[in-house]
């Protein structure tokens, strides 16, 4: 351990069980130095271990509706009376598509469900920067963090409109790091992961697919959750200071990539030895 959050308090939202990313950043948030509260839905909170994770980082656990900003005053006030002053980092892993859960594709969206999926995955983001910033909860060089994916920017198959709220969630963050970092000097940046088979991927119809793709794609491979964490752990780091507005990408290389020989070698074994598929869906 290195110390680097030592003496730093934080806001952790989304942690469920030991498969979130969330988790895995408390864990090495708290071997790290820092103290921090978590939060998430009453309902995650029901289904999820959260209790469990509180115990062990030795904090509390405050239930907050990331889309309610009465929910988010209440949070940053009980934070702050918690530790008795501002705070330093927060990191937003909050995302979710009832379009994707009911398994309508993109061209045939529930417009209803698209509304809670950018309430809940992007808007949710800002509706908390604005809260802290009003509430002046955040030290000078503080750090925000929200989790992206490169769906953001290219088009994945069945992504649907969580990509949409990808792209929200990272110009939410350059627009309003603009201004906190210009009158606050507080950081707020993304991470656009590696697919991850965290409990949410997992519901994901195809992620083995996505992720042994990825992986073969990726000169370095894919990023695992605890190397998630040790990312965002710098990030809440003071050796992060100038970083901000940026979407960081956390995921050995592929959004760089073309095509790899990994992947083309399978392409090329594929097209001796093709397969027909029972069916083309969306």
Not at 199 to 223: C, Q, W, Y
Request: glycine fraction near 8%; charge should be neutral.
């Amino acid at each position: 351990m290195y110390n680097l959050l030592k003496g730093k308090k934080g806001l952790i939202f989304g942690a469920l069980n030991d498969k979130s990313l969330a988790w895995k950043v408390a864990e090495r948030a708290y071997e790290e130095g820092a103290e921090f509260v978590l939060t998430n839905t009453p309902v995650s909170m029901r289904f999820g271990e959260i209790h469990e994770l509180a115990k062990k980082c030795n904090t509390i656990v405050v239930p907050a509706d990331a889309t309610s900003v009465k929910d988010l005053e209440n949070l940053i006030d009980k934070t702050m009376e918690h530790f008795g002053g501002k705070i330093d980092f927060i990191l937003h892993s909050v995302a979710m598509s009832l379009n994707v859960r009911k398994g309508r594709t993109y061209d045939n969206l529930d417009y209803n469900f698209l509304g809670k999926t950018l309430d809940i995955s992007a808007i949710s983001f800002h509706k908390l920067l604005q809260v802290a910033k009003k509430k002046d909860a955040i030290n000078e060089w503080g750090s925000v963090v929200a989790l992206s994916y490169v769906a953001a920017q290219k088009t994945l198959y069945r992504y649907n409109d969580m990509a949409d709220a990808k792209a929200m969630l990272e110009s939410i963050a350059r627009s309003f790091g603009y201004i906190y970092g210009r009158e606050k000097k507080i950081r707020v940046n993304t991470i656009s992961q590696s697919p991850t088979m965290t409990t949410a991927g997992s519901g994901v119809k195809g992620i083995d697919g996505l992720m042994d793709f990825t992986e073969r794609m990726s000169p370095l491979g894919n990023a695992n959750a605890d190397e998630f964490a040790n990312f965002c752990i710098t990030l809440f780091s003071d050796l992060t200071k100038k970083i901000t507005m940026q979407n960081l990408f956390h995921d050995g290389g592929f959004s760089s990539m073309g095509m790899s020989l990994r992947a083309m070698t399978m392409y090329n074994q594929a097209l001796d030895n093709p397969i027909e598929p029972e069916s083309y869906d969306e």
